[in-house]
């Protein structure tokens, strides 16, 4: 099976509508649910007949996507965590929010709280007051969809306990885990019981079962194999079997990490960067596994369709029958027209040469 589908960023959509994503998009559920309402009803005035909707980069499904949701604590997930942590929350009218740098730099894994504590937080507290509120409105029939989660499919959603130890202890990271790999990994498994109780609270509260877990490991290209084996693999395992299919995402260059992937336990499907090898990775885990693959940036920004339909064509022959679903997130500069040509291209590919 073969499949595409794209999300509009809040760059297009404040080039686009005049929208702004201040502080009270993401702590006021009703202003948010006005934008999100807005950027959705233009993806589809603007795009009929794509499988195209306004959510963040990799997170939110299209077939999940419902008019009746309204998201709360809609935050990148290591932003959250970074917050609950100390770190002040940076809005950006015109682009994805961010947080101060580096709350917890040149703390150690004494350092931390215990992960219960987080739950304690106001933060916490008043993103579970949202969710009730919303819950008791039996006027308007509202879903809530909670923080960690993007749509009713029970998928939660973290980053990578490696992409948020950079983001909480900064670059200096990277040289922890050559210098003190014990404290290193113990600071990775801490973040990963932190995320795990987290997402359960919400679940909890939002009343939607966890099914599975995106982990974005977006970190996971600065490395090599043999510090994703020593520190990604066990902290992501414990993940998968805390909360259930791990679907990994890795955007840079990754064909040398696919071995190590390979044996995270319970890892369900993969989300993979334009540059990692398809083949080397259906060798690897079989045509059954979801891979989900996001062309260039400079091939989408491209004055011309062909860079990105040579990219995709040699895609479907790697992958050779396998269970594959480009996936794509539209950013302002972006060619239109190499959008249209690559999903007409996954409606009606080419024959395989060697099926």
């Not at 259906?282 to 004055?303: H, N, W, Y």
């Amino acid at each position: 099976m073969i499949n595409i589908s794209g999300t509009l960023s809040k760059a297009w959509m404040a080039e686009k509508l005049g929208v702004e994503f201040g502080r009270d998009y993401y702590f006021d559920p009703d202003k948010r649910r006005d934008i999100d309402s807005r950027c959705n009803d233009y993806a589809l005035r603007r795009f009929p007949g794509m499988r195209l909707f306004y959510s963040e980069s990799n997170l939110g499904q299209i077939d999940y996507w419902d008019k009746h949701h309204i998201h709360i604590g809609g935050i990148q997930p290591n932003l959250i965590l970074g917050m609950l942590l100390g770190a002040d929350f940076v809005p950006s009218e015109h682009a994805d929010a961010d947080i101060t740098p580096a709350p917890l730099a040149g703390a150690g894994p004494l350092d931390l709280p215990a992960p219960e504590s987080l739950l304690e937080h106001e933060l916490v507290g008043l993103f579970d007051e949202q969710i009730r509120r919303v819950q008791q409105d039996s006027e308007r029939r509202l879903c809530p969809i909670p923080p960690f989660f993007w749509d009713t499919s029970g998928r939660a959603t973290i980053h990578g306990a490696m992409t948020s130890a950079q983001k909480l202890f900064g670059e200096a990271f990277f040289m922890d885990m050559l210098s003190g790999p014990k404290h290193a990994l113990q600071t990775m498994h801490w973040i990963g019981r932190a995320y795990v109780l987290l997402c359960r609270h919400f679940s909890k509260i939002a009343r939607i079962p966890i099914t599975a877990v995106h982990v974005g490991e977006c970190s996971a290209c600065m490395v090599g194999p043999e510090l994703i084996r020593d520190f990604v693999v066990p902290v992501t395992s414990q993940i998968g079997r805390d909360l259930g299919p791990v679907r990994l995402h890795s955007c840079g260059p990754s064909t040398n990490h696919l071995a190590a992937f390979a044996e995270i336990e319970n890892l369900h499907s993969l989300d993979l960067g334009p540059d990692t090898s398809i083949s080397k990775a259906r060798e690897l885990f079989g045509k059954e596994m979801l891979i989900s693959v996001a062309p260039a940036p400079q091939d989408m920004s491209a004055d011309s369709p062909d860079p990105i339909l040579r990219w995709a064509a040699q895609v479907l022959e790697q992958n050779a029958g396998g269970n594959l679903e480009f996936v794509y997130h539209l950013e302002p500069g972006y060619n239109l027209d190499a959008i249209r040509a690559l999903t007409d291209f996954v409606k009606n590919p080419p024959p395989l040469r060697n099926p």
